[in-house]
């Protein structure tokens, strides 16, 4: 023993279950209600909801920065909060990493991935800082102070030092919020990885839904303080819940229709509306990137006129002044560059009816 052992990333495989959690900040409400989900070891899952929807407030509550009203939280089949126990934030096995990173500016690079291992004897706590470090390629800034460190370095440095305790769930309250957009892409993937590696039973918060579908294995989708939907990204995108988890990952054509005959027939397609009553108004939902467009004289296609293109990307969003009865009077297409047509030309419209998304219509009021 004592002897420079290699210092492995794995974490000790770990499980989060929340429990009917529930955290009232006002008598109205607010914080988080009733929520129940479970974290294995090795999941990666993204919170997503807007700004206020309860995201922040789950992450101290599984690190134990704020303690639930009710419900219970357990971690590793123990009960950390809830049911008569409380377990403080240092005895939980939990990493955390804000957004702002928050390192000790006092502190060299090394002394901040150190921090967590404070009750191991020198020597043994500056070898495994010194090897996480290595993990995140960051040996060379051993020394050196966070103030001096471009974001991204920042960013592995506070991953190093959560890391280096190695707990088995780790927290990340919108890490890449404040990188911008080139380096975000790159210290993403070399995060996932590094976290993938250590099996850690991971959440990861974020309000830029692109963000989730690139991490998550699942994504909760939160609103207003309740879980609106779970599920994988692609059940997610492909199954909303509603308009508004619709709306979340990106723009809508929406179009109104009356159901007759389990179906609701729209100018541009018709679609299969089996578990409505007849006479039902409904919302057809169509994502930009399934519209088709055509050249306008192509038979059996609805019209409508280029009002705008931009460039987005390497896709081309179109937007379009629609004609006729039942039509939305504008709809934005993305299609590839190729296939874009000039500003002012005439096209023909259509969606495919298996990709629309069908909901009752929301009531004026
Ligand atoms: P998010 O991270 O999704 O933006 P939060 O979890 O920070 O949301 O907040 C959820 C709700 O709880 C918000 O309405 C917020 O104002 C409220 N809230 C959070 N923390 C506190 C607190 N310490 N005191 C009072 N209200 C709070
Ligand atoms: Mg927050």
Redesign the pocket.
């Known amino acids: 023993m004592g002897s420079e052992k290699a210092f492995d990333l794995a974490v000790p495989k770990t499980r989060l279950e929340f429990k009917n959690v529930t ?1 009232r ?2 008598e109205a409400g ?3 209600q009733g929520l129940s989900f479970e974290i294995s070891a090795g999941e990666i899952v993204c ?1 997503l ?12 509550l599984a690190a134990g920065l ?1 303690d639930p009203d009710s419900g219970e939280i357990i971690i590793d089949g123990k009960s950390v909060a809830g049911n008569g126990s409380l377990l403080p934030p240092e005895k939980r096995g939990v990493g955390l990493i804000f957004q702002d990173f928050a390192l000790f500016p006092h502190l060299s690079v090394l002394e901040n991935v150190a921090f967590g291992l404070r009750r191991l004897p020198r020597e043994k706590r500056e070898a495994i800082a010194r090897n996480v470090l290595g993990k995140v390629n960051l040996s060379h800034l051993a020394d050196a102070f966070p103030n001096i460190l471009s974001g991204g370095e920042q960013q592995r440095v506070a991953l190093a030092r959560a890391l280096a305790t190695r707990p088995g769930v780790m927290l990340m ?2 890490p890449f919020s404040d990188l911008d957009t080139q380096l975000r892409d790159t210290v993403r993937n070399e995060l996932v990885e590094l976290l993938r590696s250590s099996g850690a039973a991971t959440i990861l ?1 974020t ?1 830029d839904p692109e963000e989730a579908m690139r991490v998550a294995d699942r994504i909760i989708l ?1 609103r207003d ?1 309740k879980i609106a939907q779970v599920g994988t990204p692609e059940e997610l995108y492909f199954h909303p819940l509603d308009r508004e988890a619709a709306a979340f990952f990106g723009d809508l054509n929406v179009i109104h229709a009356t159901v007759a005959e389990e179906k609701a027939a729209t100018p541009l397609g018709t679609v299969a509306a089996k578990t409505f009553d007849p006479g039902t108004v409904v919302e057809v939902l169509v994502r930009p990137v399934d519209v088709a467009l055509s050249s306008a004289d192509t038979h059996g296609t609805h019209a409508a006129r280029v009002a705008d293109r931009r460039l987005v990307g390497g896709s081309c969003l179109v937007e379009l002044a629609a004609k006729g009865e039942g039509m939305p009077a504008h709809m934005v297409a993305q299609v590839s560059l190729d296939n874009a047509p000039e500003v002012g030309s005439e096209v023909g419209i259509m969606f495919d009816p298996a990709r629309a998304h069908i909901f009752p219509c929301r009531k004026a009021h």
């Open positions: 955290r900040f006002t607010a914080g988080v919170l909801g807007p700004s206020g929807s309860g995201k922040s407030t789950i992450l101290r704020e309250d919108e918060v309000h939160l303080a």
